[in-house]
Nanobody, 123 residues
């Protein structure tokens, strides 16, 4: 079982990035995939998740209207499309797998984790 996040980088405020989470191994094909971020000195914050079918999506209030999530099961990849980025979006972004995508995303309920990709938004 493996998840690999990529696509991070340095971007100016107001810019856009798309993160990718490529997953492999059973049972991730049937799992929801979530995105979390962690800023230095802060706890891991839930950002968004998507169910295995793509029919259920949750987006945190802090990024609603700016971030969207999508999933391509043929490519075994989940995308986090980030627009109008702000300096407070800076952090390491992780993708993780869990049975369900629920409104109350809790990091401790996610079983499988990728290694993270750094996003830095300059003002």
């Amino acid at each position: 079982v493996q998840l690999q996040a990529s696509g991070g980088g340095l971007v100016q405020a107001g810019g856009s990035l798309t993160l990718s989470c490529t997953y492999s191994g059973s049972p991730l094909d049937y799992y929801a995939i979530g995105w979390f971020r962690q800023a230095p000195g802060k706890e891991r914050e839930p950002i968004s998740c998507i169910s295995s079918s793509g029919g259920t999506k949750v987006v945190a209030d802090s990024v609603k209207g700016r971030f969207t999530i999508s999933r391509d099961n043929f490519k075994a990849t989940v995308y986090l499309h980030m627009n109008n980025l702000k300096p407070e979006d800076t952090g390491v972004y992780y993708c993780a797998g869990d049975l369900f995508c629920q409104q109350n995303m809790r990091p401790d309920e996610y079983e499988y984790w990728g290694q993270g990709t750094q996003v830095t938004v300059s003002s």
